[in-house]
């Protein structure tokens, strides 16, 4: 009889990632962004055909996908490394090298907004000559003219939405990630989407039904975000479309049929609707996945979803009226059976101040549990751990590692209230739910202090290096992946986009010195006594390489059993496989080194 291994770390991490994708008009071709060959190139499907080809060499991530409508050209974002500077490229339908369409210094970024319907224009936001507050362009594709739209002013200004026959455009000016205001400009001047645009609310997701009305996403005077309808001729702004307990995140309207299909987010999973506008009704439609990343109708109401689940990694389906779903593509796990796979408990427990907290257990196989458990402090901060494949949990829990991962108070799904707990707190409330979590894994037996450690990346990163700071008799040692170590200096070091936001995200660093020093990890260096390891990539404009660095060097004075690991071609996150499987690695071999 031939006996085989139990699977390797490898084999979890030789999934791939695909970041985004674009359908032709005619639905002949699909391109999506993926590192399936270990960078983030370009693939393709010639519809109905299941097979994949490469589309375009270029080994950068792709931020966005968009075809023209009449099968002339693909336009497509890339940065450089991980700098998440992206500027705007052209490739040929059939494929090929990326052309630069609009670009500039490699400081520069520019997010595209939209392609007119007949290829002539197209809108973007950069960040050129405005790096804070953002300009809107128009460029014309025919003549090479770029007409500078509307120049932010106040705090950083995006561009919203174009109406159809381009006779208005809505701006939307982000205070926070929470409070966001959107305008619509037309001939006649701008005027605020919402009713009272100096109440603290968020409007999002803005899309033209026609040209004189539109919808959007906003959690006015709401609990939580819903659909409302804005008719721009008499300036009315009505509630349209709320689902109970849930938060709007995405909707798209078919003309066609005249429905708007919407994602709402539920805690750790999302939700796929579509309301029938004529009839008034609301049909829930049930999904292959979880979480759904991205949701496109194409004209003939075929709907393609991008999405994943926690023993799925991300794949594209398809669904035509009437029909099932159908995987246009195969993204599975290298050998390894989904029964293998752990899907998590969703559990609950009561914080310091009776809050309660959503939470996911993964619980590893008794065939391989070693007792030990990873606790996990998701990043954002305001964003949430949900139901979606990870390869690093997978890897964890093969290797014989529970993982626990509440949802803290500032978590994005549990209405307006609980994601804005956060804001200016990020080292009080939030840590002291950790700690919470933490006890009550303990009280259930799953864990104890000889026995869990802490791992987290991007603000889990510095949640990771704050309790290793104040809370150190409950960790074997820590794992931080572009945590920022000095709020002080992360408020400095972030993109000049972000700082008109920063006041109200994180602290003032007048106003609320005190508090910021008090939230600090690096103000903890004396009470980090165990072992650390951190991960970096240099490029990183969120959390810079600076912010690994002074700690990495003040624990190193401390005689700290500290470890570095440094990524040159890399930035926030990982786009080149072969790094993201070192990573891997040398995570689960210093944890395995400290048991």
């Not at 299909?261 to 009839?279: C, F, R, S």
Request: net charge negative; glycine share 6%.
């Amino acid at each position: 009889m031939i006996t085989f291994p139990k699977p390797t770390i490898e084999q979890f991490l030789r999934t791939y990632l695909i970041s985004n994708f674009a359908v032709s008009r005619d639905e002949t071709k699909l391109v999506y962004s993926s590192n399936m060959n270990g960078k983030f190139n370009l693939w393709a499907l010639d519809l109905p055909e299941k097979r994949p080809y490469q589309f375009a060499q270029h080994d950068q991530a792709c931020d966005f996908l968009d075809f023209d409508q009449d099968n002339r050209f693909l336009l497509a974002g890339f940065d450089q490394d991980g700098d998440e500077n992206f500027h705007i490229y052209a490739l040929p339908f059939e494929g090929g090298l990326p052309q630069p369409l609009v670009a500039g210094d490699k400081s520069d970024r520019f997010f595209y907004e939209k392609l007119t319907k007949n290829g002539e224009h197209l809108y973007y936001v950069t960040t050129k000559d405005n790096p804070s507050l953002l300009n809107s362009h128009r460029y014309n594709i025919k003549t090479g003219e770029d007409e500078l739209i509307y120049k932010g002013s106040e705090t950083a200004t995006s561009l919203g939405a174009v109406a159809p026959e381009e006779e208005s455009f809505v701006t939307t000016q982000f205070y926070s990630n929470v409070f966001s205001i959107s305008y619509v400009h037309t001939k006649a001047g701008k005027v605020s989407l919402t009713p009272d645009p100096t109440k603290v609310h968020s409007t999002r997701g803005i899309v033209y039904q026609n040209d004189s009305s539109l919808f959007f996403i906003t959690d006015y005077e709401s609990e939580y975000p819903y659909v409302a309808h804005f008719d721009i001729p008499s300036q009315t702004f009505t509630p349209y479309l709320s689902i109970e307990n849930e938060s709007v995140t995405t909707i798209k309207w078919h003309e066609q049929t005249r429905t708007l299909w919407i994602i709402t987010e539920k805690g750790v999973v999302d939700h796929l609707y579509a309301y029938d506008t004529v009839n008034e009704k609301l049909i829930k439609v049930d999904t292959p996945v979880d979480i759904i990343e991205q949701l496109t109708i194409a004209d003939s109401g075929t709907v393609y979803i991008l999405g994943k689940s926690a023993v799925l990694p991300l794949n594209i389906f398809c669904k035509k009226i009437d029909e099932q779903w159908e995987a246009l593509t195969a993204n599975r796990v290298l050998g390894v059976a989904e029964d293998r796979l752990v899907d998590p408990e969703i559990v609950s427990y009561s914080s310091f101040d009776d809050l309660e907290i959503e939470a996911l257990l993964f619980r590893a196989k008794e065939d391989v549990a070693n007792g030990y458990t990873v606790f996990w402090p998701h990043g954002g901060p305001q964003a949430a751990e949900r139901k979606s494949y990870r390869a690093l949990f997978q890897c964890l829990l093969s290797s014989g590692y529970n993982i626990f991962a509440p949802n803290f108070r500032g978590s994005s799904g549990y209405g307006s209230t609980f994601i804005k707990l956060v804001e200016r707190d990020w080292g009080g409330g939030p840590r002291l739910d950790c700690v919470a979590g933490i006890e009550w894994l303990f009280e259930q037996g799953i864990s104890n202090r000889e026995k869990l450690f802490v791992v987290g990346r991007s603000y889990g990163g510095y949640m990771t290096l704050l309790l290793a700071g104040r809370h150190p008799e409950y960790f074997k040692a820590a794992i931080d992946t572009v945590g920022p170590s000095n709020l002080f200096s992360f408020i400095e070091s972030v993109p000049e986009h972000w700082k008109p936001l920063i006041k109200l995200v994180v602290g003032d660093p007048i106003e609320d010195k005190k508090k910021l020093e008090e939230d600090s990890p690096i103000r903890y260096l004396d009470q980090m006594k165990n072992p650390i390891f951190i991960i970096q990539g240099a490029n990183d404009p969120r959390t810079v390489k600076r912010e690994s660095d002074q700690i990495v060097e003040a624990l190193k004075a401390n005689g700290v059993d500290i470890e570095y690991l440094v990524f040159e071609d890399e930035g926030h996150d990982f786009a080149k496989k072969e790094n993201e499987i070192i990573a891997y690695k040398r995570m689960i071999e210093f944890l395995d080194k400290h048991q």
